[in-house]
């Protein structure tokens, strides 16, 4: 059974392979237009930074150099139940310099489509045993992002040789660049 987690809470991952999966709901009829979530997940060092420019994972690089975190693919609509977007992380495979991987999802366009968080709904960030597919954690995030055009979901670090996730929920406006700038 899963871990359902309130914003901050952090969890111990005892599992080096999972998925993590990532769903939402939007009101595309509150613009006119279609939106596009996009699920970033950068691999930073104790710095808080990348590690290299290709530790950026997303729709336009799939696979991180060490193979460790994969993005199955962009979904361009968030129809259907479920998942929109996936990442598989084998943290057996992670570059030994890794201590963080954060999970950003932004609104593609979302300046010109004056689309924001405020309209996206049921947003929800799960890890899961790939082999089973049983639910590990899970954190819902609840918070009205009425500016906001992206959110972190969550991250992944490891402190004392241990791998931990803490549910973030924090939401920023401005897109995949501000946290490149951030993260870069």
């Not at 279609?34 to 691999?43: C, E, G, P, Q």
């Not at 993005?71 to 929109?84: E, Y």
């Not at 495979?93 to 991987?101: F, G, L, W």
């Not at 954690?137 to 979901?153: G, M, N, Q, W």
Request: glycine share 8%; aromatic share 10%.
């Amino acid at each position: 059974m899963a871990i359902n987690l309130q914003k901050g809470q952090r969890e111990v991952i005892n599992a080096p392979k999972f998925v993590i999966g990532l769903g939402w709901d939007t009101n595309s009829t509150s613009t006119g237009t279609a939106f596009d979530l996009d699920a970033s997940v950068f691999v930073l060092a104790d710095n808080k930074k990348l590690l290299s420019d290709e530790n950026l994972v997303f729709y336009n690089n799939l696979v991180s150099p060490d193979g460790a975190v994969e993005h199955t693919g962009d979904n361009l609509t968030g129809d259907g139940a479920g998942d929109d977007e996936q990442i598989k992380i084998d943290l057996s495979k992670i570059d030994p310099r890794a201590t963080e991987v954060c999970i950003v999802i932004t609104i593609h366009d979302a300046e010109n489509r004056r689309q924001n968080f405020g309209q996206v709904r049921n947003s929800f960030i799960r890890i899961f045993d790939a082999a089973t597919n049983a639910d590990l954690l899970k954190y819902e995030l609840e918070e009205d992002f009425s500016i906001e055009t992206a959110v972190e979901f969550g991250r992944i670090y490891k402190r004392n040789n241990e791998w931990k996730f803490e549910a973030v929920g924090a939401g920023m406006k401005g897109g995949l660049q501000d946290y490149l700038n951030k993260y870069n």
